[in-house]
C-alpha cells in the first residue's frame, strides 16, 4: 500500500518552480529524479526536496502540471504543507510575471512586500 499523497497543483513551468524554490533558499535535484518513501518505496519527479528522514518531498509531472508527492505522515519542510505550498505559488506566480514582462521589454522598478506578505511591483516600459 502507498502512503505517498499526491497534491495537484497549477505549476506547469519547470523554470519558474525551480525559481520559486532557489528564492526560498531551498536545496533540491532536478532532473529525472526519485521521492523516496515509507518502506524503500520510490516514484519518478522531475524534482526532488531531500529529506533527512529519508522521505522525500517532489514534483512530478502529471501530463498537465507538476504535482506535489510526499509521505505527509514524514514531512519535515519549515512550513507546513499548505504554507510551503502557499510559499511555492507566491514565488511561482512572481517569477511568471516578472519573465512574461521582461519577455515584453519591462523591467521592474520598484518592488514592495508587504506586512501579509504580498509584493507589489512597479514595472516600466521605455519605447523609442
Known amino acids: 500500500m502507498s ?51 529519508h522521505h522525500d518531498v517532489g514534483f512530478a509531472w502529471n501530463g498537465h502540471a507538476f504535482e506535489l508527492v510526499a509521505d505527509l505522515q514524514y514531512w519535515k519542510q519549515p512550513w507546513t504543507v499548505e504554507r510551503f505550498l502557499e510559499k511555492v505559488n507566491q514565488r511561482y506566480a512572481y517569477n511568471t510575471v516578472i519573465h512574461a514582462c521582461a519577455e515584453q521589454g519591462f523591467q521592474v522598478t520598484t518592488e514592495d512586500v508587504n506586512t501579509d506578505g504580498t509584493v507589489r511591483l512597479v514595472l516600466q516600459r521605455w519605447s523609442a
Do not use: I
Request: aromatic share 6%; hydrophobic share 30%; charged share 25%.
Open 3 to 53: 502512503h505517498f499523497t499526491q497534491l495537484k497543483t497549477q505549476l506547469r513551468d519547470l523554470d519558474n518552480l525551480t525559481r520559486a524554490l532557489d528564492d526560498l533558499k531551498l536545496s533540491y535535484e532536478q532532473g529525472s529524479v526519485t521521492v523516496r518513501g515509507y518502506q524503500g518505496q520510490t516514484r519518478a519527479a522531475q524534482v526532488v526536496l531531500r529529506q533527512e528522514n
